[in-house]
């Protein structure tokens, strides 16, 4: 049966084919929804882990345990997991894993744009990259038995346009590869110098070997037409190339790590001009010149952004691109009407806060108007980050600073800073905005909401406990909503000398969908003062002339614009 | 083959208009692509969905000035996307005006000559009250599939096809409503 598939659930879809029985991620743009669609097949032990790090962890014990395992992550995931992940290419694997990784050209919902190509040769284990969904489910199962055979983790790389297409597949049967025996060895499974440094040779010998079999795997195709212009590529790209240059022969390795240096020869030598394209970093280019083979590839092609059909076209004939106008307003993303933790920016904007944020829906905080956002690197580093500061410029200026983090983000990595925090003496405080959600990626459970990815209540994990039994003394929790309680904690914990942490709760407006009555505003009561626009809610809005208005449709009656009106002129029971 | 734009903006529901016509192509047996956005933009953001229905289709994405039709559930979007159109292209215009933030902050204006704009630009421009069509629905979140069916109007599409992939991708529970919402964006003018 034929079905059209988003190339993540298409992914999810090899997973099942391919018999797999442990699955393991943490949500990721353009990632999540592989498990969030793997969760559907019942066969298949699917959970959201705390980080990606875990994730892996997890899914390496179950295939040395025997059991086929995927494991799911975006590019800036990876770097989390990375530990494991090094070692794991010595180890090599009993039942077969996977690591899927979703890179971001363009960054359309990440904060860099590293390419994860790197971490494979870093590894040097193999790499496959799907071009479209029916690829994606094909390369799966491919890896699955790739994985086995040579004894090694592979790497499955998707993008962003690869992830979110989709495209038809052909569904198969699930093959129910059961379960391997288990045999304890010692020199293959931990790692200490002395296994190691065998295991390192078993590495070095599997890469080479790999890469001599790269040249005749399937996956890996040319395809001659006129040999004037010659394409080397990979993935969505492939897909670009093909429908830019109709008439162009074309080298689309299916696998992007190790290379097929025969068959690029061969391919090399039989065109006339010869072209890398590949988005980010020059990863086939610079193994391809240091052959000695002459190609052109970043001398036109950005190391910067996505690529396109049209921007092929303009970089190889020279055709122009349209351009959009760019003098229109902009829409960047915004916090929701209702958004809880829109009310607590503008206490930090208010009093004037150096804040060290995180990644999350509050990232958001750091736009117009509220503005209330001094840094974001990765998830967690809001709480280093801002003990750094408080060590760097003492007391007066740890008065004047709070680290803000997310329900997901400080299980995922945040409680570590507050150990570090509170171990070295330090005074931040720390802001855990507990939404009762991952909300960023999609709404997906966390340990602290209590419920797992199949929406099973499990244990709660309790974030004051938590951070209690880290040595934090000062710890506070108030209603996300309540202007005068979050201002009045805020205030009373920046005074104290002890690391100390205020729990801003409430659950996230899309979650709990409840609808309230909206509000209105009694233009014979407002004084045109524009207090209310000052929070930036998307629902509220200003004519020229300064009119007011509350948009019934969209709010969902909060109330913190309320709490911003000195003239009671914004009140219940707004229609449309 | 159809190239198709849906642009709006985030949480207005472009994601459940390209999902009817993928299975409008299953229907009817044609190859096709879709290209959806997902994360950080969903949050108000510009959106915008990229559908091609045909033969052995390659990109998933429609390039910049090869699309057939933009269908634009808001004006501003409409007006910021409009160089995707091809140049006999057509357009579908939702009259809804929703502020971005720079506007609601008074960093800067909403533009008041989009209707003028886009038809300097595209003489073939439709403009359809989506959201007062929906009202008299009785939800204004049908104004997606309003916006589908008067897509499905300009493209050709037989009726009973698009009723069919509408009934593959919505819910059973809320059928009726969206089977009305389809024929009142059939029927615009
Ligand atoms: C290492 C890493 N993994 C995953 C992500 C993707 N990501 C961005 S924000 C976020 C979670 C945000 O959840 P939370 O902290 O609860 O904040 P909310 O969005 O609910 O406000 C995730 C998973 C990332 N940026 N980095």
Same mark, same amino acid.
């Given at each position: 049966?034929?079905?059209?598939?988003?190339?993540?659930?298409?992914?999810?879809?090899?997973?099942?084919?391919?018999?797999?029985?442990?699955?393991?991620?943490?949500?990721?743009?353009?990632?999540?929804?592989?498990?969030?669609?793997?969760?559907?097949?019942?066969?298949?032990?699917?959970?959201?882990?705390?980080?990606?790090?875990?994730?892996?962890?997890?899914?390496?014990?179950?295939?040395?345990?025997?059991?086929?395992?995927?494991?799911?992550?975006?590019?800036?995931?990876?770097?989390?997991?990375?530990?494991?992940?090094?070692?794991?290419?010595?180890?090599?694997?009993?039942?077969?894993?996977?690591?899927?990784?979703?890179?971001?050209?363009?960054?359309?919902?990440?904060?860099?744009?590293?390419?994860?190509?790197?971490?494979?040769?870093?590894?040097?284990?193999?790499?496959?990259?799907?071009?479209?969904?029916?690829?994606?489910?094909? !390369?799966?199962?491919?890896?699955?038995?790739?994985?086995?055979?040579?004894?090694?983790?592979?790497?499955?790389?998707?993008?962003?346009?690869?992830?979110?297409?989709?495209?038809?597949?052909?569904?198969?049967?699930?093959?129910?590869?059961?379960?391997?025996?288990?045999?304890?060895?010692?020199?293959?499974?931990?790692?200490?110098?002395?296994?190691?440094?065998?295991?390192?040779?078993?590495?070095?010998?599997?890469?080479?070997?790999?890469?001599?079999?790269?040249?005749?795997?399937?996956?890996?195709?040319?395809?001659?037409?006129?040999?004037?212009?010659?394409?080397?590529?990979?993935?969505?790209?492939?897909?670009?190339?093909?429908?830019?240059?109709?008439?162009?022969?074309?080298?689309?390795?299916?696998?992007?790590?190790?290379?097929?240096?025969?068959?690029?020869?061969?391919?090399?030598?039989?065109?006339?001009?010869?072209?890398?394209?590949?988005?980010?970093?020059?990863?086939?280019?610079?193994?391809?010149?240091?052959?000695?083979?002459?190609?052109?590839?970043?001398?036109?092609?950005?190391?910067?952004?996505?690529?396109?059909?049209?921007?092929?076209?303009?970089?190889?004939?020279?055709?122009?691109?349209?351009?959009?106008?760019? $003098?229109?307003?902009?829409?960047?993303?915004?916090?929701?009407?209702?958004?809880?933790?829109?009310?607590?920016?503008?206490?930090?904007?208010?009093?004037?806060?150096?804040?060290?944020?995180?990644?999350?829906?509050?990232?958001?905080?750091?736009?117009?108007?509220?503005?209330?956002?001094?840094?974001?690197?990765?998830?967690?580093?809001?709480?280093?980050?801002?003990?750094?500061?408080?060590?760097?410029?003492?007391?007066?200026?740890?008065?004047?600073?709070?680290?803000?983090?997310?329900?997901?983000? !400080?299980?995922?990595?945040?409680?570590?800073?507050?150990?570090?925090?509170?171990?070295?003496?330090?005074?931040?405080?720390?802001?855990?905005?507990?939404?009762?959600?991952?909300?960023?990626?999609?709404?997906?459970?966390?340990?602290?909401?209590?419920? $797992?990815?199949?929406?099973?209540?499990?244990?709660?994990?309790?974030?004051?406990?938590?951070?209690?039994?880290?040595?934090?003394?000062?710890?506070?929790?108030?209603?996300?909503?309540?202007?005068?309680?979050?201002?009045?904690?805020?205030?009373?914990?920046?005074?104290?000398?002890?690391?100390?942490?205020?729990?801003?709760?409430?659950?996230?407006?899309?979650?709990?969908?409840?609808?309230?009555?909206?509000?209105?505003?009694?233009?014979?009561?407002?004084?045109?003062?524009?207090?209310?626009?000052?929070?930036?809610?998307?629902?509220?809005?200003?004519?020229?002339?300064?009119?007011?208005?509350?948009?019934?449709?969209?709010?969902?009656?909060?109330?913190?614009?309320?709490?911003?009106?000195?003239?009671?002129?914004?009140?219940?029971?707004?229609?449309? | 083959?159809?190239?198709?734009?849906?642009?709006?903006?985030?949480?207005?529901?472009?994601?459940?208009?390209?999902?009817?016509?993928?299975?409008?192509?299953?229907?009817?047996? #044609?190859?096709?692509?879709?290209?959806?956005?997902?994360?950080?933009?969903?949050?108000?953001?510009?959106?915008?969905?990229?559908?091609?229905?045909?033969?052995?289709?390659?990109?998933?994405?429609?390039?910049?000035?090869?699309?057939?039709?933009?269908?634009?559930?808001?004006?501003?979007?409409?007006?910021?996307?409009?160089?995707?159109?091809?140049?006999?292209?057509?357009?579908?215009?939702?009259? #809804?005006?929703?502020?971005?933030?720079?506007?609601?902050?008074?960093?800067?204006?909403?533009?008041?000559?989009?209707? #003028?704009?886009?038809?300097?630009?595209?003489?073939?421009?439709?403009?359809?009250?989506?959201?007062?069509?929906?009202?008299?629905?009785?939800?204004?979140?049908?104004?997606?599939?309003?916006?589908?069916?008067?897509?499905?109007?300009?493209?050709?599409?037989?009726?009973?096809?698009?009723?069919?992939?509408?009934?593959?991708?919505?819910?059973?529970?809320?059928?009726?409503?969206?089977?009305?919402?389809?024929?009142?964006?059939?029927?615009?003018?």
């Amino acid at each position: 049966m034929k079905k059209i598939l988003l190339g993540n659930e298409a992914i999810a879809r090899g997973a099942y084919e391919a018999g797999v029985k442990v699955s393991t991620a943490y949500p990721g743009t353009p990632s999540t929804e592989i498990t969030e669609a793997i969760a559907k097949y019942n066969e298949i032990y699917a959970e959201w882990s705390p980080n990606e790090k875990v994730a892996l962890e997890v899914a390496i014990g179950a295939s040395v345990a025997g059991a086929r395992s995927i494991v799911c992550m975006k590019h800036v995931g990876v770097n989390v997991a990375a530990d494991p992940l090094f070692t794991l290419a010595y180890t090599g694997v009993n039942g077969g894993l996977v690591l899927v990784v979703a890179d971001d050209p363009g960054m359309h919902s990440s904060q860099n744009e590293q390419d994860s190509r790197y971490y494979a040769i870093a590894n040097s284990i193999p790499m496959l990259e799907p071009s479209d969904s029916g690829e994606a489910k094909e !390369f799966t199962k491919l890896a699955f038995e790739m994985s086995e055979k040579y004894d090694t983790p592979v790497m499955l790389r998707s993008t962003t346009r690869v992830s979110h297409s989709q495209s038809f597949v052909e569904l198969e049967e699930r093959n129910e590869v059961g379960v391997k025996p288990y045999i304890k060895d010692i020199t293959k499974y931990a790692m200490m110098p002395a296994m190691a440094v065998g295991r390192h040779k078993v590495v070095e010998e599997r890469i080479k070997k790999l890469a001599v079999d790269a040249n005749s795997m399937s996956i890996n195709k040319i395809t001659y037409k006129s040999t004037k212009i010659g394409i080397i590529c990979s993935g969505v790209v492939a897909k670009y190339a093909e429908e830019a240059l109709p008439d162009a022969s074309i080298l689309k390795f299916g696998m992007v790590n190790p290379l097929p240096m025969e068959m690029i020869k061969e391919f090399a030598g039989k065109v006339e001009k010869l072209y890398v394209i590949e988005e980010l970093e020059p990863i086939f280019e610079t193994q391809i010149k240091a052959q000695g083979i002459e190609c052109i590839g970043k001398e036109i092609f950005s190391i910067q952004g996505e690529f396109s059909v049209a921007l092929i076209k303009n970089k190889m004939l020279g055709e122009p691109i349209p351009v959009a106008d760019t $003098t229109l307003p902009v829409r960047p993303p915004v916090m929701c009407p209702g958004c809880p933790h829109r009310s607590v920016f503008y206490v930090l904007k208010k009093l004037k806060l150096m804040v060290t944020a995180d990644i999350g829906c509050y990232t958001l905080g750091a736009g117009q108007p509220l503005n209330a956002v001094d840094t974001v690197v990765c998830m967690g580093a809001s709480i280093g980050m801002c003990h750094g500061v408080d060590k760097a410029l003492g007391r007066e200026q740890s008065k004047k600073t709070v680290a803000v983090i997310g329900d997901s983000t !400080f299980v995922h990595s945040g409680i570590t800073g507050v150990v570090d925090a509170v171990y070295n003496q330090g005074s931040s405080t720390i802001i855990i905005l507990d939404n009762s959600t991952t909300g960023m990626t999609g709404h997906q459970p966390n340990p602290a909401t209590g419920r $797992t990815i199949r929406d099973q209540v499990t244990h709660q994990l309790d974030l004051e406990k938590v951070v209690r039994a880290c040595g934090v003394n000062s710890v506070q929790t108030v209603d996300a909503y309540d202007m005068v309680a979050v201002e009045k904690a805020i205030k009373e914990e920046l005074e104290k000398d002890e690391v100390s942490v205020i729990i801003a709760r409430k659950p996230c407006v899309l979650l709990t969908k409840e609808i309230k009555t909206p509000y209105y505003i009694d233009n014979n009561k407002c004084k045109k003062c524009g207090m209310c626009m000052k929070i930036g809610c998307p629902a509220i809005m200003m004519t020229k002339d300064k009119v007011f208005s509350i948009k019934a449709d969209q709010c969902v009656g909060c109330g913190v614009c309320l709490q911003m009106c000195k003239f009671d002129a914004i009140k219940l029971g707004g229609k449309n | 083959m159809a190239n198709i734009l849906i642009v709006g903006v985030g949480g207005q529901g472009t994601l459940l208009a390209s999902r009817v016509l993928g299975n409008y192509a299953v229907l009817t047996g #044609q190859d096709c692509k879709l290209s959806e956005v997902h994360g950080m933009s969903q949050r108000g953001g510009s959106v915008v969905t990229h559908v091609r229905v045909g033969n052995n289709i390659l990109s998933p994405i429609v390039a910049v000035g090869d699309a057939d039709i933009i269908i634009a559930f808001e004006k501003l979007e409409a007006l910021r996307w409009r160089h995707y159109l091809k140049k006999d292209g057509m357009m579908v215009v939702n009259e #809804q005006e929703i502020m971005p933030m720079p506007v609601i902050t008074g960093a800067m204006e909403y533009p008041n000559d989009i209707k #003028q704009k886009l038809q300097e630009v595209c003489k073939n421009t439709l403009f359809i009250n989506a959201a007062e069509l929906a009202h008299e629905c009785g939800n204004v979140k049908v104004a997606n599939v309003i916006m589908l069916g008067a897509l499905a109007k300009n493209l050709g599409f037989k009726y009973e096809d698009i009723i069919e992939a509408v009934k593959m991708t919505v819910p059973a529970r809320f059928l009726d409503i969206n089977l009305m919402a389809i024929e009142k964006g059939f029927n615009a003018k």
